[in-house]
């Protein structure tokens, strides 16, 4: 081909070229705004707020008011005690009530604060009422005899422990037993040893016919 007929060719296909381009970078563009316009609506949208739900309104009730349940009365009627009509033996100690003997005793202190009590019985009536003097060295012998450095230095108190024993003619002490114990084994040991400690007593009283009294000794500790 020639180059004028080349250049007129080129001149020929210029104009058909550029309505081309153009026509596409219309379209292009028509394509880029449409998307930008669509993308935007949707991140507008998906920040948009939801409207909140509106609250029911509950009416208030009112609390109930409740009456004090009263704790309901039971009348019983009293109850029969049971009693033993069996009399008890002379000179027992009523159980639970603590106290002297219930034969005549005499009453005295055994170092600081423990106290002890003295029965006596035998043929021929009040015993210590007709030898008041053997029953003061009967207590006198006893209370010399007690040491308070026998007892447990832990304990401060026990109850009432209780002992029984015989004195023969000739004064000597036998059948030592404990009625009631204190509820401490050193307590009851050390009025025990007191008892032993004591044998011989004087003779007995040679107005007194029996041949023996018993001895009903009684101790409670205190410190």
């Known amino acids: 081909m020639s180059p004028d007929a080349y250049q007129h060719a080129a001149e020929h296909l210029e104009k058909p070229l550029l309505w081309s381009l153009a026509f596409h970078l219309f379209l292009f563009g028509s394509l880029v705004l449409s998307t930008f316009q669509s993308h935007r609506g949707e991140t507008k949208g998906l920040y948009q707020s939801e409207p909140k739900p509106k609250e029911q309104e509950i009416p208030a009730q009112p609390i109930p008011e409740f009456e004090r349940n009263k704790p309901p009365r039971y009348s019983t009627r009293p109850s029969r005690v049971l009693e033993n009509e069996a009399q008890p033996p002379p000179g027992a100690i009523p159980y639970g009530q603590g106290g002297a003997p219930a034969m005549p005793y005499t009453q005295f202190t055994m170092g600081a604060g423990a106290a002890a009590g003295l029965g006596f019985t035998g043929p021929g009536g009040d015993f210590a009422g007709r030898f008041s003097w053997y029953v003061e060295s009967v207590r006198n012998r006893i209370s010399s005899n007690w040491l308070q450095s026998t007892v447990d230095p832990s304990v401060r108190m026990a109850p009432r422990a209780v002992l029984t024993f015989q004195v023969m003619r000739d004064g000597s002490v036998v059948n030592i037993e404990l009625l009631r114990s204190s509820g401490n084994t050193s307590v009851d040991n050390s009025a ?25 000794f009684w101790f409670d500790f205190r410190r």
């Open 192 to 216: 025990r040893r007191a008892i032993l400690s004591s044998s011989p007593m004087p003779r007995l009283p040679e107005q007194y016919a029996g041949s023996h009294v018993t001895v009903e």
